[in-house]
């Protein structure tokens, strides 16, 4: 890396702390969000799951109606074959003419009451779908409801921070560059590691200001001196003195 500027390990300090106020900052503005983006998102996954069933459904109602009209057409051939047939049995020539048409008719009729029943199991069937749809349609817009009311709150909030993280991101982009890149990897490996997000912490009444670990007067004149970067050995926060922390303001 070309032009790395070499910081005193003051200027370091100063820089963590002021990226640690700002960064903390930024934690408050994101936990006045609260569960909200997850809310958000989860509710956004379920209604698009719940309509991709609805349209299931629909399909397979439309191919049971399909299904229904293809059996009232088979029924009406049915009639017309037999009208057909009543005709050609006032011509018959003979009995066994007279018994062949007679078949041909009793089957039509057979065909037909098979196609109704069909027909019969089909509208239950759709009456049956027909519920579970109307069903679903209830929920989606049930989710519906609830996920404007979360996004519009949450739109709120957003609205009403965007100022304020819009200034503290960008003072935290300033912090950083005021830290080499060594010591900002290992800060945001120990924020990361803390839900509280504090990396830097100063030494309160004789202790780390993170988990409170009593800290030696030896090594609280080392950390006053501001001659190198000291940690906790208990929690690995980083550990400032309580002037230097104060002397910082983040607004
Ligand atoms: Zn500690």
Do not use: W
């Amino acid at each position: 890396m070309a032009n790395v500027k070499e910081f005193s390990v003051e200027e370091k300090l100063n820089g963590l702390v002021t990226l640690q106020k700002t960064e903390s900052k930024l934690d408050e503005l994101r936990i006045l969000k609260g569960e909200l983006p997850m809310e958000v998102a989860d509710l956004e996954d379920e209604i698009t799951g719940l309509t991709a069933r609805q349209t299931r459904v629909e399909e397979e109602i439309n191919g049971v109606t399909e299904f229904i009209q293809q059996r009232k057409d088979a029924i009406k051939e049915s009639e017309g074959l037999i009208a057909k047939y009543e005709k050609q049995s006032e011509n018959v020539k003979n009995n066994r003419e007279f018994e062949a048409i007679n078949k041909e008719t009793e089957m039509q009729q057979l065909e037909i009451k098979l196609a109704e029943k069909h027909i019969k199991d089909a509208t239950e069937e759709i009456s049956e779908k027909a519920g579970t749809l109307e069903k679903a349609k209830k929920n989606i817009a049930l989710k519906d409801g609830i996920l404007s009311t979360k996004k519009s709150e949450l739109d709120k909030i957003i609205a009403a921070n965007e100022k304020e993280e819009k200034h503290y991101s960008k003072l935290a982009s300033e912090a950083k560059e005021h830290v080499d890149p060594r010591l900002l990897a290992s800060y945001e490996k120990i924020r990361k590691s803390y839900r509280n997000g504090l990396a830097v912490v100063p030494v309160e009444r004789d202790a780390c200001g993170g988990c409170f670990y009593y800290v030696p007067p030896q090594k609280q004149s080392e950390i006053k001196q501001h001659k190198k970067v000291i940690i906790c050995e208990n929690c690995g926060r980083i550990l400032v003195d309580e002037e230097l922390a104060n002397n910082i303001e983040v607004k």
